[in-house]
T-cell receptor, first 115, second 114 residues
Framework: DTEVTQTPKHLVMGMTNKKSLKCEQH?????MYWYKQKAKKPPELMFV???????INESVPSRFSPECPNSSLLNLHLHALQPEDSALYLC??????????????FGPGTRLTVT | GENVEQHPSTLSVQEGDSAVIKCTYS??????FPWYKQELGKGPQLIID?????GEKKDQRIAVTLNKTAKHFSLHITETQPEDSAVYFC?????????????FGSGTRLSIRP
């Protein structure tokens, strides 16, 4: 099973709202990722968690706050977003170091619209 | 850091014909090259990958070739079918051999004409 699940599928939020995106995998992967994808563009890395610790933050604005409660779950907390933050947010996972499997498996994404 | 260029941006082929998508990379230390297929409304799906110690890898109708000297790799799809229509992304590690960070090419929108 190579499934990564994401909820919700769609989210519309105002600029003053607080919301959260959720991601789950049960493949035993120890690395999890958040990507942002704008229309007709490739995914752009936002955050990487390795063994439940934040290992990479690609200079993402603080209105995006990631959280990894356990090895299977990854959240992205959203607060005071801007309309330009509207995008498809993708979660991915991989086996992670030290086993060294490079393959990343993506979820279906959450389509976020900020009004 | 790594830079990945992908061509063409759009590709239309007759059903049953072959499609080839090419990518070049800049960092000679890169050692892993995945290809992803993204259908409308879905997340990217890993379809094939190649490591730098081999020159070619095949999986049924899909193959990837790697030329380390020229720093380019290509996706070959033979006997194309309507379900092959999608956006395809190549990728390479950013920062050389780091597996955690990959940078994607700009994508190729492949259309299969019936």
């Amino acid at each position: 099973d190579t499934e990564v699940t994401q909820t919700p599928k769609h989210l519309v939020m105002g600029m003053t709202n607080k919301k959260s995106l959720k991601c789950e995998q049960h493949m035993g992967h120890r690395a999890m990722y958040w990507y942002k994808q704008k229309a007709k563009k490739p995914p752009e890395l936002m955050f990487v968690y390795s063994y439940e610790k934040l290992s990479i933050n690609e200079s993402v604005p603080s209105r995006f706050s990631p959280e990894c409660p356990n090895s299977s779950l990854l959240n992205l907390h959203l607060h005071a977003l801007q309309p330009e933050d509207s995008a498809l947010y993708l979660c991915a996972s991989s086996q992670g170091a030290p086993l060294g499997s490079y393959e990343q498996y993506f979820g279906p994404g959450t389509r976020l619209t900020v009004t | 850091g790594e830079n990945v260029e992908q061509h063409p941006s759009t590709l239309s082929v007759q059903e049953g014909d072959s499609a080839v998508i090419k990518c070049t990379y800049s960092d000679s230390a890169s050692n892993y090259f995945p290809w992803y297929k993204q259908e409308l409304g879905k997340g990217p799906q890993l379809i094939i990958d190649i490591r730098s110690n081999v020159g070619e890898k095949k999986d049924q109708r899909i193959a990837v070739t790697l030329n380390k000297t020229a720093k380019h790799f290509s996706l070959h799809i033979t006997e194309t079918q309507p379900e092959d229509s999608a956006v395809y992304f190549c990728a390479a590690p950013r920062g050389g051999s780091s597996a955690s960070k990959i940078i994607f090419g700009s994508g190729t929108r492949l259309s299969i004409r019936p």
